[in-house]
């Protein structure tokens, strides 16, 4: 079945036309070495500076706090590990949260491998940290704080402007993953005492494998990848001139977009929310209600599993994503539905629905209609089904 419904933006978008047509040039025409002295290199170095000053004015940065990446996970690893390195004669302890991406768990478990401390805070039921359990955390020794600006799974927003303020009076480094939050929610680095901050180019639009690290000037962060004096020595490497301005073109569009987008997206959302929730017993809503990405619906749903719904949405041109690991190889559940108080059955049964600016209402009303008699048709079928009755 070919897919006519997609909701799982939050794990990729498709590339923007606009975004396409800004990066085609740079494959043919001009292809030149940024790194040149002559013309054809001096174009792809000007097309790498503007795409830097559209990166940083979406944030409200400047462009030489602008470092280019292949993706989240190299920013999240250049941030964390950049500045443990960096530091390490300050302290050698790390905060983070229990619902990070794994970008920033694994890159913890491999500094405490090798000397370093990390606290990983837990969150409440709606996935929000505690400001107090931050502040508690706080060691003479800590270095950096790195809690991410929304939730990939549940979509819940982090008080992010509290902890920037927490930080930057203990004089700790403060990082944030904002992946999921780049274009899609307001982000100022000023107002909210950001000292680094990560992008990915494909959850807004622009191609996979390009994305960029936000280092407040003066922040001491040690490179991971040597060789050239690309990135002003912070990221050897030949720039991916496409890629570069691909992701400039779409953090311009999605930023220039935000409120029309948002409102959309929320009303969208909303309606899939109360949809699912008023329809499908024995079903519940993930994360905050109010304070969550406007394009983010998780739900889950008691004596089914989440493998099997993906299969049967696939089956009805719909793809959509599980909170359950098993189609990795893992029969582990969702590390964040865990995190918020989930019991292992009904983080299995979950099921993400992410929209973006390519959904339509008339998508919204096809998942309304399909998922409740899909989702009975599964507890049928289930030797636990007969509870939801």
């Given at each position: 079945?070919k897919t006519?419904?997609?909701?799982?933006h939050?794990?990729?978008?498709?590339?923007?036309?606009?975004?396409?047509?800004?990066?085609?040039p740079?494959?043919?025409?001009?292809y030149?070495?940024?790194?040149?002295i002559?013309?054809?290199?001096?174009?792809?170095k000007k097309?790498?500076?503007?795409?830097?000053?559209?990166?940083?004015?979406g944030i409200?940065?400047?462009a030489s706090?602008?470092?280019?990446?292949?993706?989240?996970?190299?920013?999240?690893?250049?941030?964390?590990?950049?500045?443990?390195?960096?530091?390490?004669?300050k302290?050698?302890?790390?905060?983070t949260?229990?619902?990070?991406h794994h970008?920033?768990?694994?890159?913890?478990e491999?500094?405490?491998?090798?000397?370093?401390?990390?606290?990983?805070?837990?969150?409440?039921?709606?996935?929000?940290?505690?400001?107090?359990d931050l502040?508690?955390?706080?060691?003479?020794?800590t270095?950096l704080?790195?809690?991410m600006?929304a939730?990939?799974?549940i979509?819940?927003?982090?008080p992010i402007a509290?902890?920037?303020q927490?930080?930057?009076?203990?004089g700790?480094?403060?990082?944030?993953?904002?992946?999921?939050a780049?274009?899609?929610?307001?982000?100022?680095?000023?107002?909210?005492?950001?000292?680094?901050?990560?992008?990915?180019?494909?959850?807004?639009g622009a191609?996979?494998?390009?994305?960029?690290?936000?280092i407040?000037?003066?922040?001491?962060?040690s490179?991971l990848i040597?060789?050239?004096?690309?990135e002003?020595?912070?990221r050897?490497?030949?720039?991916?001139?496409?890629?570069?301005?691909g992701l400039?073109k779409?953090v311009e569009?999605?930023v220039?977009?935000l409120?029309?987008?948002?409102?959309r997206l929320?009303?969208?959302?909303?309606?899939?929310?109360?949809?699912?929730?008023?329809n499908?017993?024995?079903?519940?809503?993930?994360?905050?209600p109010?304070?969550?990405?406007?394009g983010?619906?998780?739900v889950s749903f008691?004596?089914?599993?989440?493998?099997?719904?993906?299969?049967?949405?696939?089956?009805?041109?719909?793809?959509?994503s599980?909170g359950?690991?098993c189609?990795?190889?893992?029969?582990d559940?969702?590390?964040v539905?865990?995190?918020?108080?989930?019991?292992?059955?009904?983080a299995?049964?979950s099921?993400?629905?992410t929209?973006?600016?390519?959904n339509?209402?008339?998508d919204?009303d096809?998942?309304?209609?399909?998922?409740?008699?899909?989702v009975?048709?599964?507890?049928e079928?289930?030797?636990?089904?007969?509870?939801a009755?």
């Open positions: 079945m006519k419904i997609y909701m799982d939050a794990a990729t978008t498709p590339v923007r036309p606009e975004v396409l047509q800004e990066i085609l740079y494959f043919t025409e001009y030149g070495n940024a790194s040149g002559y013309g054809i290199a001096k174009e792809s097309a790498l500076e503007k795409a830097r000053e559209q990166v940083a004015a409200g940065a400047k706090e602008i470092y280019f990446t292949a993706g989240g996970s190299e920013s999240d690893n250049m941030a964390l590990r950049g500045v443990a390195q960096a530091r390490r004669q302290g050698n302890h790390i905060i949260t229990k619902i990070e970008a920033i768990l694994h890159t913890c491999y500094l405490e491998k090798n000397g370093y401390d990390v606290t990983y805070l837990d969150v409440d039921t709606d996935g929000k940290i505690r400001l107090d502040k508690a955390a706080i060691r003479p020794e270095i704080i790195s809690v600006f939730n990939n799974e979509g819940t927003i982090e509290e902890i920037g927490i930080a930057r009076e203990k700790i480094y403060f990082h944030t993953d904002a992946v999921q780049m274009g899609h929610v307001e982000i100022d680095v000023d107002k909210m005492q950001i000292d680094l901050l990560s992008i990915s180019g494909h959850k807004l191609p996979k494998g390009i994305g960029a690290i936000y407040r000037s003066g922040i001491q962060v490179p040597f060789g050239g004096a690309q002003r020595k912070m050897a490497g030949t720039e991916n001139i496409p890629g570069i301005v400039g779409a569009l999605a220039a977009e409120p029309e987008t948002k409102e929320e009303k969208m959302r909303d309606r899939l929310i109360s949809g699912i929730l008023e499908i017993p024995h079903s519940r809503l993930n994360g905050h109010t304070d969550r990405l406007p983010n619906c998780n008691e004596f089914i599993e989440g493998e099997s719904m993906l299969l049967l949405l696939d089956a009805l041109g719909v793809a959509a599980s359950s690991a189609t990795s190889g893992s029969l559940p969702s590390h539905l865990l995190a918020i108080g989930l019991p292992h059955e009904k299995h049964g099921l993400r629905l929209l973006d600016m390519d339509t209402e008339e919204i096809f998942v309304l209609e399909k998922l409740p008699p899909l009975a048709r599964l507890r079928m289930s030797p636990l089904g007969h509870d009755e």
